[in-house]
């Protein structure tokens, strides 16, 4: 078992550590990660400029560039192999609901998602790292069970892991994802020298926290384990756009 690690908020960050070390034993793991921290980097490449991979003496490689590039040239060049399975994370904070679509660490687990590999991204609930060891104990559940019971088909997990003691947390849920209302406005501000910049503001509250969605486990201090896929189509809308675009249809 060849398992490839990576996270979003670089080769230093202790989540990556702590889950490295919690696979410990599992298989053969391979480290490569951001050089700087890219959280929000959502499922970006790097093409106007090329992409150089060291190795620090811990062994972990790390890359001048997004999560998505680190996976992306293990797969096509820089590794000799093809691995297993993908792990990212521990991330310093929670992947939830539309989050999602904007989060490096699980678009680290996309990419190898997208070449056929089944992935998983560990997301620790609260900044700040408080209760890493336990989160890592539930990473090392959770790849035990895929271990114990490959799946068949395309995996791809996002797991949000709530920031408590291991006795404290209440099993794991298998959850959609909920929603947040639009961020909040953004922080307008004036450089030293008078121009105009703007910080993103925060994210939304959350809208909807339902039992049954990850903002709703880990709100119960469960586990959320949310499968996830990438085909954007709005399917039950393909009916309702054919009969709107018709006109535009029709051959001139
Ligand atoms: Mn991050």
């Given at each position: 078992?060849r398992i490839?690690?990576?996270?979003?908020d670089?080769y230093?960050a202790?989540?990556?550590?702590a889950?490295?070390?919690?696979?410990e034993g599992?298989?053969?793991?391979?480290?490569?990660?951001?050089e700087?921290?890219?959280?929000?980097?959502?499922?970006?490449?790097t093409?106007n400029?090329?992409?150089?991979?060291?190795?620090?003496?811990?062994?972990?490689?790390?890359?001048?560039?997004t999560?998505?590039?680190c996976?992306h040239?293990?797969?096509?060049?820089?590794?000799?192999?093809?691995?297993?399975l993908?792990?990212s994370?521990?991330?310093?904070?929670?992947?939830?609901?539309?989050?999602?679509?904007?989060?490096?660490?699980?678009?680290?687990?996309?990419?190898?998602?997208?070449?056929?590999?089944?992935?998983?991204?560990?997301s620790?609930?609260d900044?700040?790292?408080?209760?890493?060891?336990a989160?890592?104990r539930?990473?090392?559940?959770?790849?035990?069970?895929?271990?114990?019971q490959?799946?068949?088909?395309p995996?791809?997990?996002?797991?949000n892991?709530?920031?408590?003691?291991?006795?404290?947390i209440?099993?794991?849920r298998?959850?959609?994802?909920?929603?947040?209302h639009?961020?909040?406005?953004v922080?307008?501000?004036t450089?030293?020298?008078?121009?105009?910049?703007y910080?993103?503001g925060p994210v939304?509250s959350?809208?909807?926290a339902?039992?049954?969605?990850?903002?709703?486990?880990?709100?119960?201090l469960?586990?959320s384990?949310?499968?996830l896929?990438?085909d954007?189509?709005h399917?039950?809308?393909?009916?309702?756009?054919?009969r709107w675009?018709?006109?535009?249809?029709?051959?001139?």
């Open positions: 078992m490839l690690v990576s996270n979003d670089g230093t202790p989540g990556l550590q889950l490295v070390d919690a696979l599992l298989g053969e793991l391979t480290v490569v990660a951001p700087t921290n890219c959280s929000g980097s959502s499922n970006s490449l093409l400029r090329p992409l150089w991979a060291h190795q620090a003496a811990n062994g972990f490689h790390y890359v001048n560039g999560p998505s590039d996976v040239i293990a797969l096509t060049g820089m590794l000799d192999f093809r691995p297993d993908i792990v994370g521990i991330n310093n904070g929670a992947n939830m609901g539309d989050d999602t679509l904007y989060s490096g660490t699980v678009a680290a687990a996309t990419e190898g998602y997208l070449f056929g590999i089944p992935a998983i991204a560990f620790l609930v900044r700040g790292w408080k209760h890493l060891d989160a890592s539930v990473a090392r559940d959770v790849v035990e069970r895929y271990l114990a490959p799946l068949d088909a995996l791809l997990l996002n797991v892991i709530p920031a408590v003691p291991y006795d404290a209440d099993g794991m298998v959850t959609r994802l909920g929603k947040r639009p961020s909040q406005p922080v307008k501000s450089t030293p020298y008078g121009e105009p910049v910080w993103i939304g959350v809208s909807d339902a039992p049954d969605t990850d903002f709703g486990a880990v709100k119960e469960a586990v384990i949310t499968p896929r990438f954007l189509t399917h039950e809308q393909l009916q309702d756009i054919q675009a018709a006109p535009l249809c029709v051959s001139p």
